[in-house]
């Protein structure tokens, strides 16, 4: 979840579905659900209607009925992962933000190092992360490249899921470069026409380009998926 971002409606009834179900696959009653999300009944029963048309929850019969979410409606999400240099965290941000839509669509979820937490041993966490990704987004820029621990690390990490297709590497040209001598140069990058994002009139205009092209990727491996 980006920094500071607050949990919308439909991830704190998704989130304390999961709490009440102890992380298993079982029902809950909706009174005790809406107990504990603490909301009227109308708004309850609005975001239940919402998630019960995309297909994202289950149901049983009693008295006040229950609620669970599907199984397959939580596998069918693909992992992101965001590498950058922290030179280019405006660029990255507005980036995020324009991936918004597709998390509230419930086919992706994204980390970055921005959301390391204190006390976490953030090497760990970085391959951890990153081993757990199935679409690798890399801002390349000329501080990018540069970075040891992105080269050494990141982009060697990432280049061998990619050969063994566990995962799509997305270049995404955020500053001019000489990017293409670097072990990226060989892949296929955005925006489209490779026009530096930076280079842009409208950043938004680059970031709407750019997640386009990231939508059809992971559209492409959820397909995959249902198809095997």
């Known amino acids: 979840m980006p920094k500071g971002r607050r949990r919308t409606d439909r991830e704190l009834f998704i989130d304390s579905l999961k709490e009440l179900a102890g992380g298993a696959d079982k029902l809950v009653s909706n009174i005790a659900l809406r107990t504990?999300?603490?909301?009227?009944?109308?708004?309850?029963?609005?975001?239940?209607?919402?998630?019960?048309q995309e297909g994202v929850l289950t149901r049983g019969r009693g008295r006040g009925g229950s609620v669970g979410i599907k199984p397959t409606a939580i596998q069918q999400k693909i992992k992101l992962f965001l590498s950058y240099s922290h030179k280019d965290i405006a660029i990255a941000e507005r980036l995020l933000q324009h991936l918004?839509?597709?998390?509230?669509?419930?086919?992706?979820?994204?980390?970055?190092?921005?959301?390391?937490?204190?006390?976490?041993e953030w090497d760990k966490k970085i391959k951890t992360e990153l081993s757990q990704s199935e679409v690798i987004v890399m801002l390349i820029s000329v501080d990018f490249i540069n970075s040891s621990y992105i080269s050494d690390i990141?982009?060697?990490?990432?280049?061998?899921?990619?050969r063994d297709n566990s995962a799509v590497i997305i270049p995404v040209l955020a500053r001019n470069c000489l990017w293409k001598t670097s072990p990226l140069g060989e892949l296929q990058a955005l925006p489209q026409g490779l026009k530096a994002m930076i280079s842009w009139t409208d950043l938004d205009d680059a970031c709407v380009d750019v997640v386009n092209g990231i939508r059809t990727i992971v559209e492409e491996r959820l397909a995959a998926k249902k198809a095997a």
């Open 36 to 52: 504990k999300l603490g909301w009227s009944e109308e708004k309850y029963n609005r975001v239940w209607d919402e998630l019960w």
């Open 100 to 120: 918004e839509p597709l998390r509230r669509m419930g086919i992706l979820e994204s980390w970055n190092f921005r959301e390391l937490k204190p006390g976490d």
């Open 154 to 162: 990141e982009v060697e990490t990432a280049l061998g899921k990619h």
